[in-house]
């Protein structure tokens, strides 16, 4: 019988995850390993080589460190599931003339499901993932996320949609470390190769980073469907063509193939219409946001208005001070000041201090 008890690690190959799993070992838990095969490249239209998460050789990797360790490794195939839920979702996000956020759906529809289920299988009483967050359980009975160590490292942006069942299981080891620190503990356990790793930034189902061809390459017709249209100012003057709606989003300034004698940007989307609108930068400003599909973590609701709220409207957004409404199932958000590049469907995830209030999609 182990000290801890069992948990289950979802183990993608690289080193954060990876030394995750060696640490709750030696931490007296009852490790075992899991890798979800999420994606592959035949699916993608892509002809670049297999790297990244669920590519044969991180597999390989994270089952060769679990047998070096002694602790069992399984493989989920849930190419199936991810597909229909998550490149779906960002193939109509997309024609819908917003811009998706897959790494939110992934992490609250697929694998914290995908985990705990095949967690329960195994008999692990808790699951454990390679993020740079962390989480305690606070007085009013609710488990709170709260920022990393690693300010650069942070990852609570990408998991404010995890449900409160979901959390109660779930460990990050990782939270109080930094990017560094996990890289020299990989180097001390003798995984040099490991520790030396690369990180992808890249959406990892779209490997050569070009999501226009990957919606190509998903929608056959694409642009026979939806063609060329214009390009117009804010007053409605049409000022040139571009090659589809789908292949702009807010604030896009380069590759517009348009010169207008100033800097211009994309402001809206109209794909009623297959219409792109540019304005200048400060056209881009925005004193308030409406957030959707809201999922509050800390508190189970904010019944009154709530100042000095930090917000953050993408993932390296450095925030901005707010004040947040909840209007029944959405939320208002009022900025100190304005702020640039609001682009509906991507996530607005609010903190007070440390902590992760909660957070939702963009209007």
Same mark, same amino acid.
């Given at each position: 019988m182990s000290k801890h008890g069992r948990i289950l690690v979802a183990m993608s190959g690289g080193v954060d995850s990876s030394v995750a799993s060696v640490m709750l070992h030696e931490q007296g838990y009852e490790v075992i390993g899991l890798t979800m095969k999420t994606w592959d490249y035949s699916t993608s239209g892509s002809n670049s080589k297999e790297t990244g998460c669920c590519s044969l050789d991180s597999i390989n990797d994270a089952r060769a460190l679990a047998v070096g360790y002694g602790f069992p490794h399984y493989i989920l195939d849930i190419r199936d599931e991810f597909g229909d839920f998550v490149i779906d979702n960002f193939v109509d996000e997309y024609l819908a003339g917003r811009t998706p956020n897959p790494c939110v759906l992934c992490n609250t529809h697929i694998k914290w499901e995908a985990l705990l289920k095949r967690a329960n299988k195994l008999d692990c009483e808790f699951i454990a993932t390679g993020h740079y967050a962390n989480?305690?359980?606070?007085?009013?009975?609710?488990?709170?996320?709260?920022?990393?160590?690693?300010?650069?490292?942070?990852?609570?942006?990408?998991?404010?949609?995890?449900?409160?069942?979901?959390?109660?299981?779930?460990?990050?080891?990782?939270?109080?470390?930094?990017?560094?620190?996990?890289?020299?503990?990989?180097?001390?356990?003798?995984q040099e190769e490991l520790a030396r790793k690369s990180e992808s930034y890249e959406i990892c189902f779209v490997p050569d980073n070009d999501y226009r061809a990957f919606?190509?390459?998903?929608?056959?017709?694409?642009?026979?469907?939806?063609?060329?249209?214009?390009?117009?100012?804010?007053?409605?003057?049409?000022?040139?063509?571009?090659?589809?709606?789908?292949?702009? +989003?807010?604030?896009?300034?380069?590759?517009?193939?348009?010169?207008?004698g100033e800097p211009m940007f994309v402001t809206r989307i109209l794909p009623e219409s297959n219409t792109v609108v540019l304005g200048r930068a400060d056209e881009l400003?925005?004193?308030?946001?409406?957030?959707?599909?809201?999922?509050?973590?800390?508190?189970?609701?904010?019944?009154?208005?709530?100042?000095?709220?930090? +917000?953050?409207?993408?993932?390296?957004?450095?925030?901005?001070?707010? +004040?947040?409404?909840?209007?029944?199932?959405?939320?208002?958000?009022?900025?100190?000041?304005?702020?640039?590049?609001?682009?509906?469907?991507?996530?607005?995830?609010?903190?007070?201090?440390?902590?992760?209030?909660?957070?939702?999609?963009?209007?």
């Open positions: 989480i305690r359980l606070q007085d009013n009975g609710r488990y709170v996320i709260s920022k990393g160590k690693d300010e650069n490292k942070d990852q609570s942006y990408v998991l404010w949609g995890v449900s409160q069942e979901n959390l109660a299981r779930t460990q990050f080891p990782l939270g109080s470390f930094t990017k560094a620190e996990i890289r020299q503990m990989a180097l001390d356990m003798g919606l190509r390459h998903k929608v056959e017709d694409l642009d026979e469907r939806i063609g060329p249209g214009n390009f117009i100012l804010s007053n409605g003057m049409v000022v040139g063509q571009h090659n589809g709606y789908p292949y702009y +989003t807010i604030g896009q300034r380069r590759g517009l193939g348009i010169a207008l400003e925005s004193s308030e946001a409406m957030v959707r599909n809201l999922n509050l973590v800390k508190y189970e609701s904010i019944h009154e208005p709530m100042d000095n709220v930090v +917000t953050k409207i993408r993932y390296k957004d450095a925030g901005t001070l707010s +004040t947040i409404v909840q209007e029944k199932d959405q939320m208002r958000i009022v900025f100190d000041h304005s702020v640039s590049a609001i682009a509906p469907g991507q996530s607005a995830v609010f903190y007070e201090g440390s902590d992760l209030l909660g957070g939702g999609f963009l209007c």
